[in-house]
């Protein structure tokens, strides 16, 4: 039987978190083999009480941590956490650094008391002008230009998720893998600071890129000047939508072959791929409405034969019925500390032709205090005063 694909089995992650850059950070490490023991308040990460959009927040990306109670605003929290961290490899934040230092935790001089430790933290900002700033996955999509981008002109729109956010925590992990790399070699750790900002900045880079070589600003997305003969949403016969793409020669032959538009083919102003790029406002009519005359199913299962880009329009709520995502091992079931289930996918890699499926429960709050601070050391009196009372909302 193959060996688990665990490479960072025996490193321990201690991590103070909330939301989702730095928690997806903690997640990644833990699909990789990590202990992450998560560090939260006598009353609980915030997030776990969050509604609507944000009840995915904790569960998802919190799947497979421990979870420690702590109350860092007594001398006893405060000593559990040094304690804690003594025995870590890495950790992670994304807190100001304000209110780390009144927790303990203070980066500082975490550096000089751990000087073994990877700090990992995340922040709105990287140093700079604007390092104090408050940020949001959608702050941060204003400023670089991504919002700009996604939107038709003077109607600015974030993109359909917290990528950023994900994103950010995945280069934390990454940097975090390559600082554990070096200390091995060095015996020396990192301070690390990842930004949602510079995150965002590398996702614009290429549209940066093209005013910077052409000088010209390119437009929104959804004006964007086309380099391709039918990169288009399309309309079907059964009430369905599909994007459908015919970016070679090849692949425009193939669309205007099956759907019998012989006449595109042999148009002489029509043989050079810029000379079906430039005819765009009389050919996509013409493709729509041949798309139009037929069912979605049919027109996938052809597209499919054909090495034709498609996609039918989907909700979120499709994968779940998709083929490919539900193929063994596409997604992982996790459960909620009431024992609800829930599917979701893990790392999108295969390791030896199998898909990572690593994942985990999601931690009942304070579920592990008393295993990972007795085995520190901890009698029960003082693991009692280490997690303090739980704080209610008045």
């Not at 490193?11 to 990644?28: A, D, N």
């Not at 979870?67 to 006893?76: A, E, W």
């Not at 992670?92 to 304000?98: C, L, M, Q």
């Not at 000089?112 to 709105?124: D, F, I, T």
């Amino acid at each position: 039987m193959e060996r688990e694909f665990q490479p960072l089995a025996g490193v321990r992650v201690v991590e103070m978190t909330h939301m989702i850059m730095g928690p997806s950070c903690g997640m990644f490490l833990g699909m990789l083999g990590a202990e992450v023991i998560k560090v939260e308040p006598p009353e609980g990460d915030k997030t776990r009480d969050l509604t609507g959009m944000g009840r995915p927040f904790f569960p998802l990306f919190n799947r497979g941590k421990k979870s420690v109670q702590l109350d860092l605003k007594s001398k006893s929290g405060r000593e559990a956490l040094g304690a804690l961290l003594s025995t870590a490899d890495v950790f992670i934040d994304n807190f100001r650094d304000a209110s780390l230092a009144k927790m303990g935790a203070d980066p500082e001089d975490l550096r000089r008391r751990y000087p073994g430790l990877v700090l990992a933290s995340h922040k709105g900002f990287l140093s700079g002008p604007y390092q104090d700033r408050t940020a949001l996955d959608e702050v941060v999509q204003m400023m670089t230009g991504l919002a700009y981008m996604t939107g038709p002109t003077g109607r600015p729109l974030r993109v359909g998720s917290s990528a950023n956010d994900i994103m950010g925590g995945l280069f934390g992990a990454f940097s975090v893998v390559a600082a554990l790399l070096e200390r091995k070699q060095t015996g020396k750790a990192r301070s690390l600071r990842i930004g949602l900002f510079e995150n965002c900045l590398l996702l614009v880079a290429q549209h940066m890129v093209q005013y910077e070589l052409e000088g010209v600003d390119p437009p929104p997305m959804p004006e964007r000047t086309f380099s391709w003969p039918v990169y288009d949403i399309f309309d079907t016969a059964d009430g369905k939508q599909i994007f459908v793409g015919a970016v070679t020669e090849g692949q425009w032959v193939a669309l205007c072959r099956l759907l019998d538009l012989g006449e595109l083919l042999s148009d002489p102003t029509l043989q050079t791929r810029m000379d079906q790029i430039d005819a765009r406002a009389r050919t996509i009519p013409v493709v729509a409405t041949a798309i139009s005359r037929r069912n979605a199913d049919d027109l996938s299962k052809a597209f499919e034969q054909l090495g034709i880009p498609f996609s039918p329009i989907a909700k979120p709520s499709d994968m779940y019925s998709d083929p490919h995502v539900m193929r063994p091992g596409g997604l992982v079931a996790s459960h909620l500390p009431d024992g609800q289930a829930f599917r979701a996918p893990s790392l999108p890699v295969d390791v030896d032709g199998v898909m990572m499926n690593a994942a985990g429960d999601v931690p009942a709050l304070g579920a592990d205090t008393t295993a990972v601070l007795a085995a520190l050391g901890f009698d029960p009196e003082a693991i009692g005063k280490a997690r303090g009372t739980r704080r209610r909302a008045a």
